[in-house]
């Protein structure tokens, strides 16, 4: 039996089926990545009421899914409304300068960083020819919920590989579930805060009062010590 060989057009069709193939798989295997960070994100939200441990667990998922070795969570404080460090991996620059360039009804803001953490392009550019060193890529991601910015969260590549459209989607959809969570913890401490305090004077009410002693009579029957 004499197998009938493929004509050009049979052979670059059957290529052609391949490497849609190909990229097929690849887009499944990056979106089961992508929703698997999703779910680990959503999962560390809803597992805890300690502000510090949700943001340490966001802020690990993030770097992991990007491969990236720098990155930090900047939340706006409630007093004075300005951008306060509340986590940082791997940064080994300010990376204040980049914050400027986000505005809240806004996605995600990405550029070129140079070998001493400047910014040399924002958006999707060309790296300058006249820039040598080691060029790492950026993005800085506005944290918020229902329209109103709680905080930022940078993070640095370690090298050249620029942010593509699906993951400046992914990181903006990120960037709403921790605005969202950093809003509900903080609704929720101020109510647990007014309901054992004063409204207008702001000491300790009554019902703290007996709180406290239920909770340190319980202690001290525990341990056999006197109150």
Same mark, same amino acid.
């Given at each position: 039996y004499i197998a009938k060989p493929f004509d050009n057009q049979e052979l670059v069709a059957r290529i052609n089926v391949l490497?849609?193939?190909s990229r097929m798989s690849r887009e499944i295997i990056r979106r089961n990545e992508e929703l698997s960070a999703l779910n680990a994100i959503a999962a560390t939200v809803s597992g805890s009421l300690a502000?510090?441990?949700i943001l340490e667990g966001t802020l690990a998922k993030v770097l992991e899914l990007f491969q990236a070795q720098e990155g930090g969570i900047?939340?706006?404080?409630?007093?004075q409304g300005h951008l306060e460090l509340a986590l940082k991996q791997g940064l080994t620059f300010d990376p204040a300068p980049l914050f400027a360039t986000v505005r809240v009804d806004e996605g995600p803001v990405i550029g070129l960083l140079g070998p001493e953490g400047e910014v040399i392009a924002t958006g999707e550019s060309v790296l300058p020819e006249e820039v040598t060193g080691r060029i790492r890529s950026f993005a800085v991601v506005p944290l918020k919920s229902k329209n109103q910015r709680m905080g930022l969260l940078p993070i640095v590549q370690p090298r050249l590989r620029?942010?593509? +459209?699906r993951d400046l989607e992914l990181l903006g959809a990120i960037g709403g579930v921790i605005g969202v969570a950093v809003e509900n913890l903080r609704l929720f401490e101020e109510t647990r805060k007014l309901a054992v305090t004063d409204e207008l +004077?702001?000491?300790y009410n009554r019902r703290y009062f007996y709180q406290t002693l239920a909770r340190e009579a319980r202690r001290a029957q525990r341990y056999h010590r006197d109150l």
């Open positions: 490497l849609r193939m502000l510090n441990e900047y939340l706006v404080g409630q007093e620029p942010f593509g +459209t +004077t702001g000491l």
